[in-house]
């Protein structure tokens, strides 16, 4: 068993948060700039520039649809921001996707375990590209309100369809604790709508988009005012036993301004010492918004729109405590989308004159145009970085987090003679031409060594029959080391028939040697099944001299397994193993 972690496996590891940093402000930018210029010099050599965004059609577009558009692509804009925070890469699928999993159907589970597993493979690539497509649908959303935008409108709603159903598994609609106050029926399915909407032509916004949006959004709400009731939900009880006491008792823990954490407390114990009470107060609002967004654009209503929309804004604070902090926000939770795709549709924008330009259309066109080089820049680079990333090999990414750097060298490995599974002598760098992978393995242990041999396995595999490396693995331990242990191990763990593969002992005096000479603390008693040993691959190149020392401590994921294999390929190949 390995002692001793060269690195920390946090959701800030310094190494992974240098490298997104460096992906995603310097590697992307670069590309997404060289784009856009070439776009935009498109657009001037094809006259475009000075008659962007003055359509028809898109000087005249209806109120509501601005409002609509420019306040989901502010949205969008918000959302990509979040996705810069730095706890994305090693934690958005397994802290915020993995725990949406429960409760879900078979297929959707599946479906989210697949993609955790592409995004775990590829975590900076994801990470960069999610950040960038969102930042570019937003910013085309909010500078164009012509066909262009109609297209970023496609995008959105299509895009929003996918994290809807991966990455937020259906909005929680399959979990039994599913609430409107908690992110029911998900924040993504209202990005879904609002980007059909704007998809559609602008003509069907007089006539259609209030009175469908308001009608759909009376029959979420009801449906929410009927969750709410359900006592299994946990909010007819009182003290801490009531569901929205006890999440704002962990949603207060997170990283976030005073002000609003005592705010969220605050409200966490009214609940809890009204109990059902505040229940009935949560259910009236519902009720009584979902009837009144149901007659309001046939009555002109505009009450409704408000109830809704000031019981929204109130509860994202108090009840998704703004949504934003904590490290690992990706969007604005459901309510304030809700809010805003209801307020859009308020029958009282329906006869209102479209938005005054208080920009010179020269100015507004030239502006559009740079702006929507640049997003659609970000947006062909993402994706085709996302769209490739899947069929590359798994970045080293969480071997990094996991372990730390290789260390490069280049000194005299230290040579040994000892002898192999077969009763041979053996002495390193004995066959000429050869790379050596060389590490330490406890033939009885059962927990890490095992997954040491897996990965020694997968490795050889992959680099096919004529590969010129022997695979070599010394015994490190002092009271089990004999040809019966390592071949038992070596039967029991699939190696048999590993080319090149040589697992070695001897004397205890002479293996203690070995480890001595390359800095393996081996750990044990003569009582103990198994020992604790510090845990590194070495490779060595055909003249013998040690070119990485690799810390290698592996782990039970079947995706650090992948980046673990991607990095000790790499770096055999970087020593020169072709």
């Known amino acids: 068993m390995p ?6 496996f946090t959701l800030t590891n310094s190494l992974v948060v240098a490298l997104f940093r460096h992906s995603i402000y310097v590697s992307s930018v670069s590309w997404f700039i060289a784009l856009g210029l070439v776009l935009l010099l498109g657009a001037v050599l094809l006259g475009k520039v000075n008659t962007f965004n003055l359509s028809t059609a898109g000087l005249n577009e209806p109120r509501n649809r601005s409002y609509l558009r420019i306040a989901f692509g502010a949205i969008w804009v918000i959302d990509g921001i979040l996705q810069f925070q730095v706890s994305m890469p090693l934690g958005l699928a397994n802290n915020v996707v ?15 375990n697949d993609g955790i597993g592409i995004w775990n493979n590829h975590p900076i690539a994801l ?29 959105s709603a299509g895009w929003a369809a996918m994290i809807w159903l991966i990455g937020n598994g259906a909005g929680g609609i399959f979990q039994s604790s599913g609430s409107i106050l908690f992110g029911w029926p998900g924040a993504t399915l ?14 069907v916004f007089p006539e259609r988009f209030s009175r469908y949006t308001l009608r759909g959004m009376s029959v979420i709400v009801g449906i929410g005012a009927v969750l709410q009731l359900l006592p299994a939900k946990g909010f ?7 569901a929205l006491a006890a999440m704002t008792q962990g949603m207060t823990v997170t990283p976030q301004p005073h002000v609003l954490a005592s705010i969220v407390r605050g409200a966490g114990d009214i609940a809890g010492n009204m109990g059902g009470g505040f229940n009935i107060l949560i259910v009236l609002w519902l009720l009584v918004s979902a009837v009144g967004l149901w007659m309001a654009s046939d009555r002109q209503w505009r009450w409704p729109v408000w109830t809704f929309v000031l019981g929204c804004v109130v509860f994202w604070f108090v009840a998704e405590d703004a949504a934003i902090f904590g490290g690992l926000a990706t969007d604005l939770n459901s309510l304030l989308p809700m809010a805003i795709l209801v307020w859009a549709a308020g029958p009282w924008h329906v006869t209102k004159t479209p938005l005054v330009r ?17 997003a659609v820049a970000m947006i062909a680079f993402s994706i085709v970085t996302m769209g490739f990333a899947p069929f590359s090999s798994a970045e080293h990414t969480l071997f990094t987090a996991q372990n730390g750097s290789a260390v490069h060298t280049d000194t005299v490995a230290p040579k040994f003679t000892l002898t192999d599974q077969n009763g041979q002598s053996y002495t390193l760098g004995e066959h000429a031409g050869r790379y050596t992978l060389l590490t ?62 040589y697992f070695v002992t001897g004397k205890l005096a002479d293996t203690r040697k070995v480890w001595n000479s390359y800095g393996i603390t081996v750990e044990m008693k003569p009582t103990d099944r198994m020992s604790i040993h510090s845990d590194y691959m070495f490779i060595i190149n055909t003249h013998g001299r040690l070119k990485w020392i690799i810390p290698d401590d592996p782990a039970h994921s079947w995706a650090i397994e992948n980046s673990s294999e991607s990095e000790l390929l790499s770096l055999l190949h970087q020593s020169g193993l072709g």
């Not at 999610?130 to 109609?150: K, M, P």
């Not at 209202?190 to 003509?203: D, K």
Request: with cysteine; net charge positive; aromatic share 8%.
């Open 3 to 8: 002692m001793g972690n060269p690195a920390q």
């Open 98 to 112: 993995a725990p949406m999993t429960a409760g879900t159907p078979h297929w959707l589970h599946v479906l989210m």
């Open 127 to 155: 990470a960069v590209g999610t950040a960038w497509i969102q930042i570019g649908i937003g910013i085309l959303l909010i500078v164009s309100n012509s066909t262009l935008g109609r297209f970023a409108a496609g995008l």
């Open 190 to 203: 209202f990005y879904v709508v609002a980007g059909v909407w704007l998809a559609l032509s602008p003509r």
């Open 236 to 242: 007819w009880h009182g003290g801490n036993a009531n």
């Open 358 to 374: 208080r920009l010179p259309k020269e100015m507004r066109s030239s502006t559009g145009s740079v702006l929507s080089s640049f």
């Open 440 to 501: 330490f393995i406890d033939p009885t242990c059962w927990t890490d060594c095992p997954l040491l041999a897996q990965q020694l396995a997968k490795i050889r595999q992959q680099l096919g029959p004529n590969a010129k490396v022997d695979i070599v693995a010394v015994a490190a331990d002092p009271y089990h080391e004999t040809l019966a242990n390592l071949n038992n191990f070596i039967k029991t763990r699939g190696l048999k028939s590993v080319a090149n593969f």
